[in-house]
């Protein structure tokens, strides 16, 4: 059974950046649709970015110019740079990827705190 594995969490300071991976473990064919969302401690879980095939990376409004999204068809992982971080920025942070078929994994999370 396919999973997914993220990566590169920690505390960093108000400002600071942190770059975040997440990699498939096992094969996961024909991935249409990778992101990442963010769940915030008493917040609803909340897309953070994606990369549909095709189509160009999407943002939410609160990391737009801050955070970006790449992602390496080739080895099926995905990567969120996350700079000028905030103390909202806070939560676990949690990759997925959807197939054509409509399949959805889920990492387990890694932990980003933004604090002084």
């Known amino acids: 059974q396919a999973q997914l594995v993220e990566s590169g969490g920690g505390l960093v300071q108000p400002g600071g950046s942190l770059r975040l991976s997440c990699a498939a473990s096992g094969s996961i064919p024909s991935i249409d649709n990778m992101g990442w969302y963010r769940q915030a401690p008493g917040k609803q879980r909340e897309l953070v970015a994606r990369i549909i095939s095709g189509g160009s990376p999407e943002y939410a409004d609160a990391v737009k110019g801050r955070f970006t999204i790449s992602r390496d068809n080739a080895k099926n992982m995905v990567y969120l740079q996350m700079n000028t971080l905030e103390p909202e920025d806070t939560g676990v942070y949690l990759c997925?990827?959807?197939?054509?078929?409509?399949?959805?994994?889920w990492g387990q999370g890694t932990q980003v705190t933004v604090s002084p």
């Open positions: 997925y990827t959807i197939t054509r078929w409509g399949k959805v994994y």
